[in-house]
């Protein structure tokens, strides 16, 4: 059974830092790719980053170019978005997906079949 676990979230002041970690367990992380996503309140959910099976291409939303990035250890299954000069903005639950294949191609949420359960960021002074 496919299974994937968000920590890391919480309360931070704008123009801080966080570090998500997704851990994934019932699958081999080397045939999958992964992506971040989130969801404010009233809001849809929407794609932050994704990372490629081996982790050798990346995409990130352009609100978050040059403040986040992705990266994964498959011998860890583990899977991190560093997110830096954080913004009131970001403030959402932050979800890792997996979908099969190598590559992200457009991320769409719906390409994503399995789901963690989230963990809230909270950017606020």
């Known amino acids: 059974q496919l299974q994937l676990v968000e920590s890391g979230g919480g309360l931070v002041q704008p123009g801080g830092s966080l570090r998500l970690s997704c851990v994934v367990s019932?699958?081999?992380?080397?045939?999958?790719?992964i992506g971040w996503f989130r969801q404010a309140p009233g809001k849809e959910r929407e794609g932050v980053s994704c990372i490629s099976s081996s982790g050798g291409s990346t995409k990130a939303a352009d609100s978050v170019k040059g403040r986040f990035t992705i990266s994964r250890d498959n011998a860890r299954n583990t899977v991190w978005l560093q997110m830096n000069s954080l913004k009131p903005e970001d403030t959402a639950v932050y979800y890792c997906?997996?979908?099969?294949?190598?590559?992200?191609?457009?991320?769409?949420?719906?390409?994503?079949?399995?789901w963690g359960q989230g963990t809230q960021v909270t950017v606020s002074s």
């Open positions: 997906a997996a979908k099969r294949g190598y590559y992200c191609a457009d991320y769409r949420r719906s390409d994503f079949g399995s």
């Open positions: 019932g699958f081999t992380l080397d045939y999958y790719v």
